[in-house]
């Protein structure tokens, strides 16, 4: 009866973890969100399942957080929000962007970072296929563009030279994801237009 009782009690208490945990992810700011799987997730996907967490608190990694944040002007709160993801993205081996629906293509901005040096863009669910992503930018920076789903797989990586205003992305789906556009670039970088389309293969 006593093992019962303590088993009950060790379950509840992982429920209200649970719980606590599910209410801290719900919160996250997508600035944040942004941040973190522009600048830092870029290192951190192959550490799920809990491998090389940090295990001495928020306050120990500050100095990296802000470190590798240059220049997007990390709050305290904001940190503790970077820390959630981080451990969400070691548990769940995935990860995580609100706002998701909020994705306009005249709207990008509301997608990346304060310096303008990264995006983190949500493409939506794209079913098995080719497709075809033409971005516009102002400008002559060197970035690079990455496609992959929240489940972390990758699908397509490349550096885009300043040679050209419009640049095209080609790349394959081979089942249903949903996916996110990684842009980063050592400059600020505007984007004038953003497109996704899904291409015809002719047989």
Do not use: W
Request: charged share 25%.
């Amino acid at each position: 009866m006593i093992k019962r009782a303590n088993f009950l009690l060790l379950m509840s208490f992982l429920s209200a973890f649970s719980l606590f945990s599910a209410e801290k992810t719900e919160n996250i700011n997508t600035k944040t969100a942004v941040i973190f799987n522009t600048l830092c997730g870029v290192c951190h996907e192959g550490e799920c399942s809990g491998r090389l967490s940090y295990n001495t608190g928020i306050k120990a990694v500050s100095p990296h957080i802000k470190h590798f944040a240059g220049d997007s002007n990390i709050s305290e709160s904001e940190i503790e929000e970077l820390f959630t993801l981080l451990n969400y993205m070691k548990k769940e081996c995935a990860l995580l962007m609100p706002d998701s629906e909020k994705f306009k293509p005249e709207n990008l901005s509301y997608f990346a970072i304060s310096s303008y040096k990264g995006y983190f863009i949500p493409l939506g669910i794209l079913e098995n296929g080719n497709y075809r992503l033409i971005i516009e930018i102002k400008g002559d920076a060197l970035f690079s563009m990455e496609v992959l789903s929240a489940n972390l797989n990758h699908f397509f990586d490349r550096i885009f030279y300043p040679n050209h205003k419009e640049q095209v992305l080609r790349f394959t789906i081979d089942k249903p994801i949903n996916a996110f556009l990684r842009i980063r670039s050592k400059e600020p970088l505007y984007i004038i237009a953003l497109k996704i389309e899904k291409e015809d293969v002719q047989k």
